[in-house]
């Protein structure tokens, strides 16, 4: 049979949050370097760190990704590729809390099908039934699989990333809001002026810790885009 090529998407590894705090981070050295010149070292860094993200994201799109066929399998993640034939593979499955396909070798190692769905899995197994051959035996006892669980300690980490990612960008609107209006410059600041601060430096994180807390735990429970 022909083969089959799986590729990553834009949206499968640049999930909503991070896309913003990319956009917010593009936009930000932009205007730094507009505001205080092309010499900006703050302005620059942040532009910077956003052409490194971007040169990372074409970089997975171009080379990541998955070769099926009647013979096996070719898996790929950045420098990272793993190459079985169908007799080699003990089993093919979906199993909670993992959005690819799954394959397990002759030593019991888990490994994932980057970027074949987990709705795809009848028909990879179908593919390794069929190529695995007549003499194929199951040599070793798999693990059952384990349904997925959310404990106290499920998401904080992406949660807690983003949270500073926003107080790093609230730091920097107020520090070009302090250097254009002046905004500590008083003895005593204005009501305004506590406005602006408690948003960007206190809200926005609290909010950005929140909604990704809440949305990465609702999205596993639900299993409609689970974690991998």
């Known amino acids: 049979m022909d083969e089959l090529r799986y590729r990553p998407s834009f949206r499968g590894f640049a999930k909503p949050h991070e896309a913003v705090a990319l956009?917010?981070?593009?936009?930000l050295g932009l205007a730094m370097t507009v505001v205080y010149g092309a010499g900006s070292d703050d302005g620059f860094g942040l532009?910077?760190?956003?052409?490194v993200y971007s040169v990372i994201t074409v970089w997975h799109l171009v080379?990541?990704?998955?070769?099926?066929?009647?013979?096996?399998f070719t898996s790929t993640r950045f420098t990272k590729s793993v190459s079985l034939s169908w007799s080699e593979v003990q089993e093919v499955r979906a199993?909670?809390?993992v959005r690819v396909v799954l394959v397990?070798?002759?030593?019991?190692?888990?490994?994932r099908l980057h970027d074949v769905p987990a709705k795809d899995v009848d028909a990879i197994r179908e593919l390794w039934t069929a190529?695995?051959?007549e003499d194929w035996e199951r040599n070793l006892r798999l693990p059952e699989p384990a349904p997925t669980t959310v404990t106290a300690t499920t998401g904080l980490g992406g949660a807690a990333a983003l949270a500073a990612v926003t107080g790093l960008v609230g730091l920097v609107v107020v520090s070009i809001i302090d250097d254009e209006a002046g905004l500590f410059?008083?003895?005593a600041a204005t009501r305004q002026d506590l406005v602006v601060v408690l948003l960007w430096l206190v809200i926005a994180p609290v909010v950005a810790f929140t909604a990704t807390l809440t949305l990465s735990r609702r999205r596993l429970r639900e299993g409609a885009a689970p974690t991998d």
């Open 23 to 27: 956009a917010a981070v593009v936009v």
């Open 47 to 51: 532009v910077a760190m956003a052409v």
């Open 63 to 72: 080379v990541n990704g998955t070769a099926v066929d009647g013979e096996g």
């Open 95 to 97: 199993e909670p809390g």
């Open 104 to 111: 397990y070798d002759e030593a019991g190692e888990r490994l």
């Open 131 to 133: 190529g695995r051959g």
């Open 185 to 187: 410059e008083v003895a």
